[in-house]
C-alpha cells in the first residue's frame, strides 16, 4: 500500500511563505506523478500543482502560477510546495496524491491557514 504523508502547514500572514513537504512509503514502483491538492471549507477539491518523474514536467494551477513551486526529492517519492506571497484565499488543507498507471493515492492532508 503506498501511503502519502504530508507535512509543513501552519499558519501564516498575508504575504508570507511556507514549504510542504509529502513523503510515500509502501511499495513504489516506476514512473509516477505526484500533485498537490487542496480543499477549503465547503468548497470542491481542487488541483494547486504536479511534478511527472519521468519527465520533470510540472503543472500548475493559475491561481499559483509565479506564486508557487512545486519540486522532487530528495527522495524519488517525496515532493516539496515552495508557496510564496500567500494569499487568504490560499487557505485550505492541502493534500498529497501519487499517482502512476496502477493506482492513485492521497494523504491525509496538512492545514495551511493565511490571516489577512
Known amino acids: 500500500q503506498v501511503q502519502p504523508v504530508e507535512s509543513g502547514g501552519g499558519l501564516v500572514q498575508t504575504g508570507g511563505s511556507l514549504t510542504l513537504s509529502c513523503t510515500t512509503s509502501g511499495y513504489t514502483f516506476g514512473s509516477n506523478t505526484m500533485s498537490w491538492y487542496r480543499q477549503a471549507p465547503g468548497k470542491e477539491r481542487e488541483f494547486v500543482a504536479s511534478h511527472n518523474y519521468h519527465t520533470g514536467a510540472t503543472n500548475y494551477a493559475e491561481s499559483v502560477r509565479g506564486r508557487f513551486t512545486i519540486s522532487r526529492g530528495p527522495a524519488k517519492d517525496a515532493i516539496k510546495l515552495q508557496m510564496n506571497s500567500l494569499r487568504p484565499e490560499d487557505t485550505a488543507v492541502y493534500l498529497c496524491?501519487?499517482?502512476?498507471?496502477?493506482?492513485?493515492?492521497w494523504g491525509k492532508g496538512t492545514q495551511v491557514t493565511v490571516s489577512p
Open positions: 496524491q501519487w499517482r502512476n498507471s496502477v493506482g492513485t493515492y
